[in-house]
């Protein structure tokens, strides 16, 4: 079981910032998880929040804001670019969650594509591009099916759904795995990864460890290996 950082290392340093993903190599993380969204000028950045308000106390959105203003409110914000940096000069793995829906429908689908193929990340890193949305994985699929791709679900989401996905893998919360442990072995039958996020607690640890859980994302990277 491989164990990737939430947005880095993110109970020791701000989510999403470069601190965070160095403290995750430094914590022994095997990858990385980020979120992303696009700039109103197209330049794809690691944000969770269509607000700016969420690690900010300034009320703009990321989609309506140019990059260069962005950085100017938060300094430490990362590009897709800087975080693929930082990923190839650790060789760790990347899962990269695309955040929907957005004004931009799924332009990010289209750039985050093309940022794969020029850097030619398929062949230095294992990546996967993940997404609550349907359509998002599709057309990542549409786009380039050579790149990975992951369907996150939501509780009460037919599971039926995901198995019809032409995604690799399925991410399921530790709260879904918990109440119902004989979905990763459904998610596996169907040739699927198992992914399962945020996993915090020694019992969840090795909980998804014996049900054979491929990837488990966690917030506290050395933490979850010392459970191991």
Known sequence: MLIYAHR?????????????YHGAVAQGADGFECDLRLSRDEVPLLWHNASLEERT???????????????RVYPD?????EFFDIALA??????????????????????VAEKIESR????????????????AIEKMHRLNHKIPTGFLI????????SRLSSATAVAINIAQVRAKPEIIERVRSSGKKAIVW???????????????????????????????
Request: net charge neutral; aromatic share 8%.
């Open 198 to 228: 945020t996993v915090d607690e020694e019992r969840d640890v090795r909980f998804c460890r014996d049900l054979g859980v491929d990837i488990l994302i966690t917030n506290k990277p050395a933490q979850a290996r010392s459970f191991l």
């Open 8 to 20: 880095g290392a993110s109970r020791d340093y701000p989510e999403l910032t470069a601190a965070a």
């Open 57 to 71: 106390s300034h009320p703009g959105l990321v989609g309506e804001m140019r990059f260069i203003d962005i950085k």
């Open 90 to 111: 650790s060789r760790r793995g990347v899962l990269l969650e695309t955040k929907h829906p957005v004004l931009s429908g799924n332009r990010i689908e289209e750039i």
């Open 154 to 161: 939501r509780k009460g989401f037919p599971f039926f759904s």
């Open 120 to 135: 030619k990340i398929l062949e230095q890193i294992d990546l996967s591009v993940i997404s609550f949305s349907w359509n």
């Open 77 to 81: 914000l990362l590009t897709l670019d």
